[in-house]
């Protein structure tokens, strides 16, 4: 029998939007209102040049007769409902407006897959605020070249300690992490705690599998009665540059790995990655190392990966090398 499934986090909306061109500046103080209109904000789109680039853009319609105004985009996604930045918290956030215009925010890291993202346009006048329109979008609505990931849809047995489901890269562009986390309930609809699970990348055409095991996260697997999970995923997979694998060898406990590196001036840390596939190849596991590069000179040279033996399957493993 399958327990119970709440709903799932990660359902993607697709709402039309308006991205508008816009700059953003930072003002040290508030502005002092010069027009008659009432204090009123707009929230107006977005401008994306890339997933590390999003722009939110906002609008002051009026500023009335307030001695200090202050104006900004707020976000806050679906599994998170929280809006920042707020006036108390990050005052240096907002900056001072003077007269009705437009204005934009920068959207904070990356813009992930599997992510519904909310935000409206602020005014906070005389230190009261006034809020625009909440609008939302999601990475396929910014119009942009990225990967898209489709998950199956979990289960999990009662008695069970984990949660499987699939992930499939049905695109032409290679994703950063897929990962899947789960949020444990009991029967009285108590919060219990939570559980992550990734996989570190997926080719073109690749089909993973994750699973989320409550094991090490403090959830008795006898109180479990229901669980709510959210999906995602990276859409920036960072190939290590002026490196790249020769040759590997399996042994008891780990991996060895023959690696070149061919540019000099190739510094810094990277991620070795051994991925591992069962006899359908799909992926099922994989284990990363942090391998420092500064010392190594030009040529080969070899370094570990510690691995266990359970998760050595049937369709066997590589090794890829990325920039993290």
């Not at 707020?74 to 240096?92: I, M, V």
């Not at 909310?118 to 809020?131: F, N, S």
């Not at 391998?291 to 050595?312: A, H, K, L």
Request: glycine share 12%; charged share 25%.
């Amino acid at each position: 029998m399958d327990i119970p499934r709440r709903k799932a986090i990660s359902t993607v909306a697709t709402t039309s939007l308006l991205g508008l061109a816009g700059c953003s500046q930072s003002l040290p103080g508030g502005g002092v209102a010069t027009g008659s209109e009432p204090v009123g904000v707009r929230t107006l789109g977005y401008n994306a040049q890339n997933v590390d680039n999003v722009e939110l853009l906002g609008e002051v319609t009026g500023v009335g007769d307030a001695d200090e105004l202050f104006a900004t985009v707020q976000r806050s996604t679906d599994s998170y409902d929280e809006w920042s930045p707020t006036f108390e918290e990050n005052p240096y956030q907002f900056e001072g407006i003077d007269e009705p215009r437009e204005f934009t925010r920068k959207m904070p890291g990356t813009i992930d897959g599997g992510v519904e993202y909310q935000y409206r346009a602020v005014i906070v006048a005389d230190g009261e605020p006034t809020y625009g329109e909440m609008k939302m979008f999601n990475l396929h609505d910014l119009g942009l070249d990225v990967p898209k990931v489709e998950f199956s849809t979990p289960s999990m047995d009662e008695g069970s300690t984990t949660i499987e489901l699939t992930a499939e890269n049905v695109s032409d562009i290679q994703t950063g992490s897929v990962g899947c986390g789960v949020e444990w309930y009991d029967e009285d609809n108590v919060y219990l705690g939570s559980s992550y699970s990734n996989l570190y990348t997926l080719r073109p055409g690749e089909t993973g599998v994750i699973t989320v095991n409550t094991n090490g996260d403090d959830v008795r697997v006898s109180d479990i009665a229901e669980y709510e999970h959210r999906t995602e995923y990276s859409p920036v997979y960072r190939p290590a540059e002026g490196v790249e694998v020769i040759e590997t060898e399996l042994r008891e406990g780990e991996i060895t790995v023959t690696a070149e590196k061919t540019q000099s001036n190739n510094r810094g840390n990277i991620d070795a990655v051994a991925r591992f596939f069962d006899a359908d190849g799909r992926v099922i596991d994989d284990v990363i190392e942090r391998v420092n590069t500064s010392s190594v000179p030009v040529g080969q040279w070899r370094f570990e990966i510690g691995v266990s033996g359970d998760i050595i399957d049937e369709g066997g493993f590589e090794v890829i090398l990325s920039q993290g």
